[in-house]
Nanobody, 123 residues
Framework: QVQLAESGGGLVQAGGSLRLSCVAS????????MGWFRQAPGKEREFVAA????????YYADSVKGRFTISRDNAKNTAYLQMNSLKSEDTAVYYC????????????????WGQGTQVTVSS
Protein backbone atom coordinates (compact mmCIF):
# COMPACT_ATOMS: atom_id res chain seq x y z
CA GLN A 1 0.00 0.00 0.00
CA VAL A 2 1.29 3.44 -0.98
CA GLN A 3 -0.29 6.75 -0.08
CA LEU A 4 0.62 9.89 -1.99
CA ALA A 5 0.21 13.54 -1.06
CA GLU A 6 0.97 16.40 -3.44
CA SER A 7 1.79 19.98 -2.55
CA GLY A 8 3.25 23.09 -4.13
CA GLY A 9 0.50 24.15 -6.47
CA GLY A 10 -0.73 27.72 -6.73
CA LEU A 11 -1.21 30.77 -8.91
CA VAL A 12 1.72 31.97 -11.00
CA GLN A 13 2.16 34.34 -13.92
CA ALA A 14 3.07 33.06 -17.34
CA GLY A 15 6.82 32.56 -17.59
CA GLY A 16 7.09 31.78 -13.89
CA SER A 17 8.06 28.61 -12.05
CA LEU A 18 6.61 26.22 -9.50
CA ARG A 19 7.88 23.07 -7.86
CA LEU A 20 5.43 20.34 -6.98
CA SER A 21 6.22 17.74 -4.34
CA CYS A 22 4.73 14.30 -3.83
CA VAL A 23 5.40 12.59 -0.51
CA ALA A 24 4.84 8.84 -0.43
CA SER A 25 4.22 6.55 2.50
CA UNK A 26 5.05 2.87 2.47
CA UNK A 27 8.28 0.98 2.83
CA UNK A 28 8.12 -0.41 -0.71
CA UNK A 29 8.03 2.99 -2.40
CA UNK A 30 11.35 2.40 -4.09
CA UNK A 31 9.76 -0.44 -6.07
CA UNK A 32 7.48 2.02 -7.84
CA UNK A 33 7.98 4.18 -10.87
CA MET A 34 6.54 7.65 -10.29
CA GLY A 35 4.52 9.71 -12.70
CA TRP A 36 2.97 13.14 -12.89
CA PHE A 37 -0.28 13.68 -14.73
CA ARG A 38 -2.59 16.65 -15.15
CA GLN A 39 -6.22 17.28 -15.89
CA ALA A 40 -7.63 20.54 -17.18
CA PRO A 41 -11.37 21.34 -16.97
CA GLY A 42 -13.33 19.41 -19.57
CA LYS A 43 -10.30 17.38 -20.66
CA GLU A 44 -9.01 13.90 -19.98
CA ARG A 45 -6.18 13.29 -17.57
CA GLU A 46 -2.90 13.34 -19.47
CA PHE A 47 0.64 12.19 -18.93
CA VAL A 48 3.22 14.83 -18.02
CA ALA A 49 6.37 13.07 -16.84
CA ALA A 50 7.66 9.85 -15.29
CA UNK A 51 10.78 8.60 -13.55
CA UNK A 52 11.88 5.00 -13.21
CA UNK A 53 12.33 3.22 -9.92
CA UNK A 54 15.85 1.99 -10.65
CA UNK A 55 18.23 4.21 -12.60
CA UNK A 56 16.17 7.39 -12.45
CA UNK A 57 15.59 7.64 -16.17
CA UNK A 58 13.04 10.31 -17.03
CA TYR A 59 10.35 10.64 -19.67
CA TYR A 60 8.24 13.63 -20.70
CA ALA A 61 5.26 14.61 -22.76
CA ASP A 62 6.28 16.67 -25.78
CA SER A 63 4.29 19.62 -24.46
CA VAL A 64 6.51 19.99 -21.39
CA LYS A 65 9.85 18.73 -22.64
CA GLY A 66 12.60 21.24 -21.93
CA ARG A 67 10.47 23.13 -19.40
CA PHE A 68 9.59 20.54 -16.72
CA THR A 69 11.93 18.29 -14.77
CA ILE A 70 10.90 15.25 -12.75
CA SER A 71 13.11 13.90 -9.98
CA ARG A 72 12.89 11.72 -6.91
CA ASP A 73 14.65 11.51 -3.56
CA ASN A 74 14.32 7.96 -2.34
CA ALA A 75 15.73 8.85 1.08
CA LYS A 76 12.84 11.28 1.58
CA ASN A 77 10.18 9.19 -0.21
CA THR A 78 9.49 12.24 -2.33
CA ALA A 79 9.06 12.93 -6.03
CA TYR A 80 9.25 16.41 -7.51
CA LEU A 81 8.11 18.21 -10.62
CA GLN A 82 10.01 21.41 -11.34
CA MET A 83 7.99 23.50 -13.77
CA ASN A 84 9.65 26.43 -15.53
CA SER A 85 8.51 28.80 -18.27
CA LEU A 86 4.91 28.10 -17.39
CA LYS A 87 2.20 28.81 -19.93
CA SER A 88 -1.52 29.37 -19.55
CA GLU A 89 -2.13 25.98 -21.15
CA ASP A 90 -0.32 24.35 -18.21
CA THR A 91 -3.26 25.28 -15.98
CA ALA A 92 -4.67 22.06 -14.53
CA VAL A 93 -4.93 19.87 -11.47
CA TYR A 94 -1.66 17.97 -11.20
CA TYR A 95 -1.57 14.45 -9.80
CA CYS A 96 1.30 12.23 -8.81
CA UNK A 97 0.95 8.50 -9.23
CA UNK A 98 2.89 5.35 -8.41
CA UNK A 99 3.20 2.30 -10.62
CA UNK A 100 4.74 -0.94 -9.43
CA UNK A 101 7.56 -1.93 -11.76
CA UNK A 102 8.38 -0.17 -15.02
CA UNK A 103 7.18 3.29 -15.92
CA UNK A 104 4.26 4.04 -18.22
CA UNK A 105 2.49 7.02 -19.77
CA UNK A 106 -0.92 5.33 -19.41
CA UNK A 107 -3.08 6.48 -16.53
CA UNK A 108 -4.80 3.12 -16.11
CA UNK A 109 -1.50 1.36 -15.45
CA UNK A 110 -0.80 3.32 -12.28
CA UNK A 111 -1.68 1.74 -8.97
CA UNK A 112 -1.90 4.67 -6.57
CA TRP A 113 -2.85 8.33 -6.93
CA GLY A 114 -2.61 11.48 -4.88
CA GLN A 115 -5.48 13.87 -4.36
CA GLY A 116 -4.13 16.46 -6.79
CA THR A 117 -2.90 20.04 -6.51
CA GLN A 118 -4.17 22.98 -8.55
CA VAL A 119 -1.79 24.92 -10.77
CA THR A 120 -3.12 28.09 -12.34
CA VAL A 121 -1.04 30.11 -14.79
CA SER A 122 -2.26 33.60 -15.54
CA SER A 123 -1.43 35.21 -18.86
Amino acid sequence: QVQLAESGGGLVQAGGSLRLSCVASGRTWRAYAMGWFRQAPGKEREFVAAITRSDGSTYYADSVKGRFTISRDNAKNTAYLQMNSLKSEDTAVYYCAAKYGDWSSRTYEYDYWGQGTQVTVSS
